[in-house]
Protein backbone atom coordinates (compact mmCIF):
# COMPACT_ATOMS: atom_id res chain seq x y z
CA UNK A 1 0.00 0.00 0.00
CA UNK A 2 3.47 2.49 0.87
CA UNK A 3 4.54 1.15 -2.33
CA UNK A 4 1.05 2.26 -4.22
CA UNK A 5 1.41 5.30 -2.34
CA UNK A 6 4.35 6.35 -4.07
CA UNK A 7 4.08 5.42 -6.94
CA UNK A 8 0.86 7.25 -7.33
CA UNK A 9 2.58 10.67 -5.84
CA UNK A 10 5.14 9.59 -8.68
CA UNK A 11 2.80 9.79 -11.53
CA UNK A 12 1.04 13.03 -10.07
CA UNK A 13 4.03 14.64 -10.01
CA UNK A 14 4.79 13.75 -13.79
CA UNK A 15 1.35 14.60 -14.84
CA UNK A 16 1.33 18.18 -13.06
CA UNK A 17 4.94 18.43 -14.50
CA UNK A 18 3.46 17.43 -18.03
CA UNK A 19 0.37 19.60 -17.44
CA UNK A 20 3.47 22.38 -16.69
CA UNK A 21 4.91 22.20 -19.31
CA UNK A 22 1.50 22.08 -21.76
CA UNK A 23 0.55 24.85 -19.85
CA UNK A 24 3.75 26.86 -20.89
CA UNK A 25 3.62 25.88 -24.58
CA UNK A 26 6.64 23.69 -24.68
CA UNK A 27 6.67 20.81 -26.88
CA UNK A 28 9.35 17.98 -25.88
CA UNK A 29 12.29 19.25 -28.17
CA UNK A 30 13.30 16.98 -31.06
CA UNK A 31 17.10 17.18 -30.35
CA UNK A 32 17.54 18.55 -27.43
CA UNK A 33 20.76 17.08 -26.52
CA UNK A 34 22.51 17.18 -30.06
CA UNK A 35 26.36 17.47 -29.76
CA UNK A 36 26.52 21.35 -28.06
CA UNK A 37 23.70 23.85 -27.21
CA UNK A 38 23.67 26.42 -25.27
CA UNK A 39 20.85 28.59 -23.56
CA UNK A 40 21.31 31.72 -21.32
CA UNK A 41 19.27 32.07 -18.26
CA UNK A 42 16.61 34.62 -18.79
CA UNK A 43 17.58 37.81 -17.32
CA UNK A 44 16.01 39.35 -14.01
CA UNK A 45 17.04 41.40 -11.08
CA UNK A 46 17.89 38.40 -9.42
CA UNK A 47 21.47 37.85 -11.65
CA UNK A 48 23.00 34.22 -11.85
CA UNK A 49 25.55 33.90 -8.86
CA UNK A 50 29.32 35.00 -10.49
CA UNK A 51 32.31 32.53 -9.95
CA UNK A 52 35.82 33.67 -8.92
CA UNK A 53 36.22 34.94 -12.80
CA UNK A 54 33.29 37.36 -12.20
CA UNK A 55 31.33 34.97 -15.31
CA UNK A 56 27.62 33.83 -14.74
CA UNK A 57 27.61 29.86 -13.30
CA UNK A 58 27.56 27.39 -16.27
CA UNK A 59 25.58 24.15 -16.21
CA UNK A 60 27.29 21.30 -18.38
CA UNK A 61 24.97 18.62 -19.26
CA UNK A 62 26.65 15.77 -21.36
CA UNK A 63 24.41 12.69 -21.67
CA UNK A 64 25.19 8.96 -23.00
CA UNK A 65 25.18 9.36 -26.48
CA UNK A 66 22.80 11.48 -29.40
CA UNK A 67 19.71 9.78 -31.01
CA UNK A 68 18.03 8.55 -28.06
CA UNK A 69 14.67 10.19 -26.89
CA UNK A 70 15.57 9.19 -23.14
CA UNK A 71 18.24 11.31 -23.16
CA UNK A 72 16.78 13.95 -24.91
CA UNK A 73 13.94 14.22 -22.03
CA UNK A 74 16.84 14.05 -19.08
CA UNK A 75 18.43 17.08 -21.13
CA UNK A 76 14.83 19.19 -21.10
CA UNK A 77 14.70 18.22 -17.51
CA UNK A 78 18.30 19.42 -16.82
CA UNK A 79 17.51 22.39 -18.87
CA UNK A 80 14.45 23.67 -17.57
CA UNK A 81 15.02 23.20 -13.74
CA UNK A 82 18.40 25.79 -14.50
CA UNK A 83 16.51 28.08 -16.59
CA UNK A 84 13.48 28.14 -13.60
CA UNK A 85 15.86 28.88 -10.78
CA UNK A 86 17.87 31.44 -13.24
CA UNK A 87 21.07 30.18 -11.63
CA UNK A 88 23.19 30.50 -14.54
CA UNK A 89 23.93 29.24 -18.73
CA UNK A 90 22.98 25.79 -19.52
CA UNK A 91 25.63 23.59 -22.28
CA UNK A 92 24.21 20.75 -23.20
CA UNK A 93 26.14 18.05 -24.51
CA UNK A 94 25.75 14.86 -26.22
CA UNK A 95 28.88 12.42 -28.05
CA UNK A 96 27.28 10.62 -31.46
CA UNK A 97 28.55 7.60 -29.96
CA UNK A 98 28.12 6.12 -26.76
CA UNK A 99 31.89 6.10 -25.35
CA UNK A 100 33.95 6.61 -22.75
CA UNK A 101 36.29 8.54 -25.49
CA UNK A 102 33.68 10.94 -26.84
CA UNK A 103 32.65 12.11 -23.05
CA UNK A 104 36.61 12.99 -22.24
CA UNK A 105 37.07 15.23 -25.15
CA UNK A 106 34.00 17.21 -24.40
CA UNK A 107 34.62 16.76 -20.22
CA UNK A 108 38.38 18.65 -21.42
CA UNK A 109 36.54 20.98 -23.46
CA UNK A 110 34.47 22.07 -20.38
CA UNK A 111 37.18 22.33 -18.31
CA UNK A 112 39.34 24.64 -21.25
CA UNK A 113 35.70 26.78 -20.71
CA UNK A 114 36.15 26.81 -16.69
CA UNK A 115 32.87 25.80 -16.28
CA UNK A 116 31.26 25.48 -13.16
CA UNK A 117 29.52 21.83 -12.75
CA UNK A 118 29.80 19.16 -14.91
CA UNK A 119 26.56 16.59 -14.91
CA UNK A 120 27.26 13.62 -16.52
CA UNK A 121 26.07 10.32 -17.31
CA UNK A 122 29.02 8.02 -17.50
CA UNK A 123 29.20 5.79 -21.01
CA UNK A 124 32.31 3.65 -18.47
CA UNK A 125 32.60 3.64 -14.86
CA UNK A 126 36.40 3.89 -14.58
CA UNK A 127 37.74 5.39 -17.80
CA UNK A 128 37.07 8.50 -16.97
CA UNK A 129 38.22 9.40 -13.46
CA UNK A 130 41.35 10.92 -14.63
CA UNK A 131 39.58 13.42 -16.57
CA UNK A 132 37.10 13.97 -14.04
CA UNK A 133 39.82 14.36 -11.50
CA UNK A 134 41.39 16.93 -13.35
CA UNK A 135 37.89 18.73 -13.36
CA UNK A 136 37.73 18.39 -9.79
CA UNK A 137 41.01 19.75 -9.04
CA UNK A 138 40.15 22.56 -11.26
CA UNK A 139 37.56 23.60 -9.02
CA UNK A 140 34.91 22.31 -10.98
CA UNK A 141 31.93 20.61 -9.21
CA UNK A 142 30.65 17.19 -10.94
CA UNK A 143 27.95 14.94 -10.41
CA UNK A 144 26.93 12.15 -12.32
CA UNK A 145 23.50 11.03 -12.99
CA UNK A 146 21.78 7.83 -14.42
CA UNK A 147 24.88 6.22 -15.08
CA UNK A 148 27.21 6.40 -12.37
CA UNK A 149 30.88 6.66 -12.44
CA UNK A 150 33.02 5.86 -9.83
CA UNK A 151 33.47 7.12 -6.34
CA UNK A 152 36.70 8.90 -6.94
CA UNK A 153 35.17 10.50 -10.17
CA UNK A 154 32.33 12.15 -9.26
CA UNK A 155 30.75 14.41 -5.87
CA UNK A 156 27.82 12.85 -5.78
CA UNK A 157 25.36 10.02 -8.17
CA UNK A 158 21.41 11.08 -9.00
CA UNK A 159 20.14 7.76 -9.26
CA UNK A 160 16.42 7.03 -10.99
CA UNK A 161 15.45 4.42 -8.50
CA UNK A 162 16.67 1.31 -6.15
CA UNK A 163 18.94 -0.71 -8.80
CA UNK A 164 18.60 -3.88 -6.87
CA UNK A 165 14.17 -3.07 -7.57
CA UNK A 166 14.94 -2.48 -11.07
CA UNK A 167 16.72 -5.08 -11.51
CA UNK A 168 14.49 -7.80 -9.39
CA UNK A 169 11.38 -6.71 -11.06
CA UNK A 170 12.10 -6.93 -14.42
CA UNK A 171 12.90 -10.98 -13.81
CA UNK A 172 9.58 -10.82 -11.69
CA UNK A 173 7.39 -9.80 -14.71
CA UNK A 174 9.64 -12.16 -17.31
CA UNK A 175 8.60 -15.19 -14.96
CA UNK A 176 5.45 -14.67 -14.99
CA UNK A 177 5.00 -13.90 -18.61
CA UNK A 178 6.61 -17.07 -19.46
CA UNK A 179 4.81 -19.29 -16.52
CA UNK A 180 8.10 -19.74 -14.65
CA UNK A 181 9.70 -21.78 -17.55
CA UNK A 182 12.18 -21.74 -20.53
CA UNK A 183 15.05 -19.92 -22.14
CA UNK A 184 15.75 -15.74 -21.72
CA UNK A 185 17.91 -13.23 -22.82
CA UNK A 186 18.77 -9.97 -22.13
CA UNK A 187 19.21 -7.04 -24.23
CA UNK A 188 21.29 -4.74 -22.65
CA UNK A 189 23.16 -1.34 -24.06
CA UNK A 190 26.89 -1.09 -23.93
CA UNK A 191 28.93 -3.22 -21.82
CA UNK A 192 30.39 -0.69 -20.19
CA UNK A 193 27.28 0.89 -18.62
CA UNK A 194 27.18 1.25 -14.84
CA UNK A 195 23.74 1.74 -14.87
CA UNK A 196 22.67 -1.18 -16.92
CA UNK A 197 25.83 -3.65 -15.62
CA UNK A 198 24.25 -3.44 -12.07
CA UNK A 199 20.89 -4.02 -13.09
CA UNK A 200 21.75 -6.96 -14.77
CA UNK A 201 23.81 -8.05 -11.59
CA UNK A 202 20.73 -7.83 -9.68
CA UNK A 203 18.34 -9.93 -12.09
CA UNK A 204 21.17 -12.38 -11.77
CA UNK A 205 20.64 -12.49 -7.93
CA UNK A 206 16.81 -13.19 -8.40
CA UNK A 207 17.28 -15.51 -11.03
CA UNK A 208 19.35 -17.54 -8.08
CA UNK A 209 15.97 -18.17 -6.17
CA UNK A 210 15.12 -21.61 -6.70
CA UNK A 211 11.79 -20.44 -7.91
CA UNK A 212 13.27 -19.82 -11.03
CA UNK A 213 15.12 -23.04 -11.34
CA UNK A 214 13.01 -23.58 -14.80
CA UNK A 215 14.48 -20.27 -16.25
CA UNK A 216 17.96 -20.52 -18.64
CA UNK A 217 19.28 -17.12 -18.99
CA UNK A 218 21.18 -18.07 -21.96
CA UNK A 219 22.80 -14.94 -23.18
CA UNK A 220 23.27 -11.34 -22.93
CA UNK A 221 23.42 -9.43 -25.97
CA UNK A 222 24.36 -5.68 -25.92
CA UNK A 223 22.86 -3.45 -28.77
CA UNK A 224 25.25 -0.31 -27.97
CA UNK A 225 21.66 2.09 -27.32
CA UNK A 226 21.94 2.05 -30.94
CA UNK A 227 18.77 1.40 -32.59
CA UNK A 228 20.42 -0.87 -35.84
CA UNK A 229 22.75 -3.06 -33.34
CA UNK A 230 19.97 -3.57 -30.67
CA UNK A 231 17.59 -4.88 -33.53
CA UNK A 232 20.40 -7.31 -35.26
CA UNK A 233 21.39 -8.34 -31.78
CA UNK A 234 18.00 -9.04 -31.71
CA UNK A 235 17.36 -10.98 -34.52
CA UNK A 236 20.80 -12.55 -33.84
CA UNK A 237 18.97 -13.61 -30.28
CA UNK A 238 16.25 -15.40 -32.06
CA UNK A 239 18.08 -17.19 -34.33
CA UNK A 240 20.47 -18.97 -31.81
CA UNK A 241 18.17 -19.46 -29.74
CA UNK A 242 14.99 -20.62 -31.53
CA UNK A 243 13.08 -21.79 -28.29
CA UNK A 244 13.83 -18.38 -26.21
CA UNK A 245 10.72 -17.69 -24.46
CA UNK A 246 11.92 -14.52 -23.89
CA UNK A 247 13.48 -10.72 -23.67
CA UNK A 248 14.61 -8.04 -20.90
CA UNK A 249 15.99 -5.70 -22.08
CA UNK A 250 17.30 -2.66 -19.48
CA UNK A 251 17.16 -0.04 -22.15
CA UNK A 252 14.69 2.41 -23.80
CA UNK A 253 16.84 2.09 -26.68
CA UNK A 254 17.14 -2.07 -27.12
CA UNK A 255 13.07 -2.02 -25.76
CA UNK A 256 12.03 -0.34 -29.10
CA UNK A 257 14.36 -2.20 -31.07
CA UNK A 258 13.44 -5.39 -29.90
CA UNK A 259 9.72 -4.90 -29.58
CA UNK A 260 9.65 -4.17 -33.57
CA UNK A 261 11.36 -7.13 -34.21
CA UNK A 262 9.02 -9.15 -32.11
CA UNK A 263 5.81 -7.06 -34.36
CA UNK A 264 7.42 -7.56 -37.54
CA UNK A 265 8.08 -11.21 -37.20
CA UNK A 266 5.06 -11.82 -35.99
CA UNK A 267 6.30 -13.08 -32.51
CA UNK A 268 3.55 -11.84 -30.56
CA UNK A 269 2.49 -14.68 -27.61
CA UNK A 270 5.44 -16.21 -28.51
CA UNK A 271 8.72 -14.67 -26.93
CA UNK A 272 7.64 -12.05 -24.29
CA UNK A 273 9.58 -8.95 -24.19
CA UNK A 274 9.84 -6.78 -21.10
CA UNK A 275 12.16 -4.12 -19.24
CA UNK A 276 12.58 -0.54 -19.08
CA UNK A 277 10.88 1.09 -22.16
CA UNK A 278 9.63 4.86 -23.12
CA UNK A 279 5.81 4.71 -22.94
CA UNK A 280 6.14 7.28 -26.17
CA UNK A 281 8.28 4.77 -28.17
CA UNK A 282 6.58 1.28 -26.46
CA UNK A 283 2.89 2.48 -26.76
CA UNK A 284 2.41 0.48 -29.86
CA UNK A 285 4.11 -2.86 -28.59
CA UNK A 286 2.44 -3.11 -25.00
CA UNK A 287 -1.29 -2.58 -27.24
CA UNK A 288 -0.22 -5.41 -29.47
CA UNK A 289 0.70 -7.62 -26.71
CA UNK A 290 4.50 -7.86 -27.77
CA UNK A 291 5.76 -6.39 -24.36
CA UNK A 292 2.66 -7.52 -22.00
CA UNK A 293 4.08 -4.46 -19.28
CA UNK A 294 7.28 -2.66 -18.49
CA UNK A 295 8.90 -0.33 -16.43
CA UNK A 296 10.62 3.22 -16.09
CA UNK A 297 10.73 6.53 -14.15
CA UNK A 298 10.21 9.92 -15.38
CA UNK A 299 13.55 10.55 -17.25
CA UNK A 300 13.10 14.23 -17.51
CA UNK A 301 12.59 14.44 -13.64
CA UNK A 302 16.24 12.45 -13.80
CA UNK A 303 17.37 15.79 -15.10
CA UNK A 304 15.71 18.04 -13.48
CA UNK A 305 16.85 16.64 -10.18
CA UNK A 306 20.55 16.56 -11.57
CA UNK A 307 20.25 20.38 -12.34
CA UNK A 308 19.00 20.86 -8.89
CA UNK A 309 22.07 18.85 -7.24
CA UNK A 310 24.46 20.72 -9.93
CA UNK A 311 23.04 23.66 -8.65
CA UNK A 312 23.09 22.42 -4.81
CA UNK A 313 26.67 21.78 -5.40
CA UNK A 314 27.57 24.97 -7.21
CA UNK A 315 25.91 27.27 -4.25
CA UNK A 316 27.43 24.97 -2.09
CA UNK A 317 24.34 23.60 0.17
CA UNK A 318 25.34 20.29 -0.47
CA UNK A 319 28.93 19.17 -0.89
CA UNK A 320 28.11 15.33 -1.61
CA UNK A 321 28.30 14.09 1.63
CA UNK A 322 26.06 11.58 3.49
CA UNK A 323 23.55 13.33 5.25
CA UNK A 324 23.66 16.67 3.42
CA UNK A 325 20.09 18.01 1.75
CA UNK A 326 18.60 20.78 -0.45
CA UNK A 327 15.75 21.59 -2.03
CA UNK A 328 15.29 20.20 -5.66
CA UNK A 329 12.55 22.56 -6.87
CA UNK A 330 8.99 20.52 -7.47
CA UNK A 331 10.79 17.45 -6.11
CA UNK A 332 10.54 18.84 -2.78
CA UNK A 333 13.48 18.76 -0.62
CA UNK A 334 16.05 15.66 -0.80
CA UNK A 335 19.08 13.86 1.38
CA UNK A 336 22.26 12.48 0.09
CA UNK A 337 22.47 9.20 0.75
CA UNK A 338 25.06 6.41 1.03
CA UNK A 339 25.17 3.82 -2.31
CA UNK A 340 26.99 0.86 -3.16
CA UNK A 341 30.12 3.59 -4.53
CA UNK A 342 30.35 6.55 -2.76
CA UNK A 343 26.87 8.80 -2.59
CA UNK A 344 23.51 9.28 -4.23
CA UNK A 345 20.85 10.88 -4.20
CA UNK A 346 17.34 8.87 -5.22
CA UNK A 347 14.51 10.01 -7.40
CA UNK A 348 11.77 7.37 -6.66
CA UNK A 349 10.30 4.30 -8.03
CA UNK A 350 10.46 2.44 -10.82
CA UNK A 351 7.07 3.06 -12.71
CA UNK A 352 4.69 0.25 -14.09
CA UNK A 353 3.01 0.77 -18.01
CA UNK A 354 0.86 -1.56 -19.34
CA UNK A 355 -2.15 -1.88 -21.15
CA UNK A 356 -4.24 0.05 -18.89
CA UNK A 357 -2.41 3.50 -18.33
CA UNK A 358 -0.58 3.29 -21.41
CA UNK A 359 -2.54 5.67 -23.24
CA UNK A 360 -1.89 8.58 -20.87
CA UNK A 361 1.79 8.43 -20.43
CA UNK A 362 2.77 8.01 -24.32
CA UNK A 363 2.57 11.59 -25.08
CA UNK A 364 4.65 12.60 -21.89
CA UNK A 365 7.42 11.31 -22.53
C1 LIG B 1 18.55 4.00 -22.17
C2 LIG B 1 19.86 4.47 -21.58
C3 LIG B 1 19.68 5.05 -20.18
C4 LIG B 1 18.82 4.15 -19.32
C5 LIG B 1 17.51 3.88 -20.00
C6 LIG B 1 16.62 2.95 -19.19
O1 LIG B 1 17.85 5.10 -22.66
O2 LIG B 1 20.75 3.40 -21.54
O3 LIG B 1 20.93 5.23 -19.58
O4 LIG B 1 18.62 4.72 -18.05
O5 LIG B 1 17.77 3.27 -21.27
New binding site residues.
Partial sequence: MKKFKKLLALSIGTVLLASSLAGCGSKPAEQPAATDTKTEAPADDKAPADTASGDAKKFVLIV?STG?P??EKEAEGFKAAIEEAGAGEVILKAPAEPTAEAQIQMIEEAIAQKVTVIAL?GNDPDALQPVLTKAMKAGIKVLSL??SVNAASRMVHVN?ADPERIGRVQVQAMAEMIGGKGQIAVLS?TSQ?A??NLWIEWMKKELEDPKYKDIELVKVAYGD?LRDKSTSETEALLKAYPDLKGIIS????GMAAAGKVLTDKGLSGKVKLTG?GLPSEMAEYITNGVCPWMY?WNPIDVGYLGAYSAMALADGTITGKEGDKFTAGRLGEKTVITAGDGTEIMLGDPFKFEPANIEEWKSVY
Fill in positions: KNYNADSQAANQDPTTVLL
